[in-house]
């Protein structure tokens, strides 16, 4: 089982609707959690970031957490073309000995005209 | 304020060449952190520094890369001799302080190993 699980996508969602992004971990003592945008060929963009369970909203953009779950989400409100890049969840999780930042492997979103 | 800054930003070279990057973190980070990053995938972590002292280098292959922090600021990470399976993008980050807070991350060096 991966630590940090996302669906692949690629997921498509038009103009000015809701998209929605999932992410699930599997270490359980993990507490800081971190949504990365990364555009086609560029380098990963820190979007958001989320330590205490619940909902943490920053423009358009809201990260759900539940611990208990273990489960993380991004929803981004009013997509806009300009979203289309591929979103990654990362987690500090347990590697070994030592604790470090874990990514999934992205999800696309393509936002359609 | 200026972002992580890498260099170069593409290299291609032949199997068995060695290669060098370069990273100067955002001014006061004092956290440096080299990944590499295969297509498809998120980018999976070498080597961290806490200033110059490397706290974690337990995914980094010490027999054919090695890294440097002199000063607790720039950093290099090299190659040799580099492998075909090394072409992935090398991304260099840093964060404020000890463990993982928010990290940000430099453009990548883009490594093509012919």
């Known amino acids: 089982q991966k630590e940090v699980e996302q669906n692949s996508g690629p997921l498509s969602v038009p103009e000015g609707a809701i998209a929605s992004l999932n992410c699930t971990y599997s270490d359980r003592v993990s507490q800081s959690f971190f949504w990365y945008r990364q555009y086609s060929g560029k380098s990963p963009e820190l979007i958001m970031s989320i330590y205490s369970n619940g909902d943490k909203e920053d423009g358009r953009f809201t990260a759900q957490l539940n611990k208990a779950s273990q489960y993380v989400s991004l929803l981004i409100r009013d997509s806009q073309p300009s979203d289309s890049a591929t979103y990654l969840c990362?987690?500090?999780?347990?590697?070994?000995?030592?604790?470090?930042?874990?990514f999934g492997s992205g999800t696309q979103l393509t936002v359609l005209p | 304020e200026a972002g992580v800054v890498q260099s170069p930003r593409y290299k291609i070279i032949e199997k068995k060449q060695p290669v060098a990057f370069w990273c100067n973190p955002i001014s006061g980070h004092n956290t440096l952190y080299w990944y590499r990053q295969n297509l498809g995938q998120g980018p999976e972590l070498l080597i961290r520094y806490e200033n110059e002292e490397a706290v974690d280098d337990s995914q980094l292959p010490k027999d054919r890369f090695s890294a440097e922090r002199l000063k607790g600021v720039d950093s290099t990470l090299k190659i040799q001799p580099a492998e075909l399976g090394d072409s992935a993008v090398y991304l260099c980050a840093s964060s404020l302080g000890r463990g993982y807070y928010e990290q940000y991350f430099g453009p990548g060096t883009r490594l093509t190993v012919t």
């Open positions: 990362a987690v500090n999780a347990a590697s070994g000995s030592a604790r470090q930042l874990t």
